[in-house]
């Protein structure tokens, strides 16, 4: 059974960073295509970045330049570490893998329960 859990969420002034960690059981994460999501208040969840096996990773443009997905094989563990955060970026962010390409883009089997990221001063 894979299981996926998110930590590391918190509350940071505008400007700050945080880095967000998720924690892999039952999957190799190393052998697979992950994500980051993000719900924001009222609105539908969206992409923040993925991760290749291989270590190459892509942003979404609101979050690249700020946002580096990277993962440590040694602990299973892939983080996604923020700088100069935005009140934009208030969101629960959800950690995914497993992904699968489908059509226009990868599907993710495997999900996190989120972890709360509110900026605000």
């Known amino acids: 059974q894979v299981q996926l859990v998110e930590s590391g969420g918190g509350l940071v002034e505008p400007g700050g960073s945080l880095k967000l960690s998720c924690t892999a059981s039952g999957t190799q994460l190393s052998r697979s295509v992950m994500a980051w999501y993000r719900q924001l208040p009222g609105k539908q969840r969206e992409l923040v970045a993925t991760?290749?096996?291989?270590?190459?990773?892509d942003y979404r443009p609101f979050v690249k330049g700020r946002f580096v997905f990277f993962r440590d094989d040694a602990k299973n563990t892939a983080y996604l570490q923020m700088f100069r955060l935005e009140s934009e970026d208030t969101a629960v962010y959800y950690c995914?893998?497993?992904?699968?390409?489908?059509?226009?883009?990868?599907?993710?089997?495997?999900w996190g329960r989120g972890t709360q990221v509110t900026v605000s001063s």
């Open positions: 991760l290749l096996p291989g270590g190459g990773a």
């Open positions: 995914t893998a497993g992904g699968t390409w489908k059509d226009s883009g990868y599907e993710y089997p495997y």
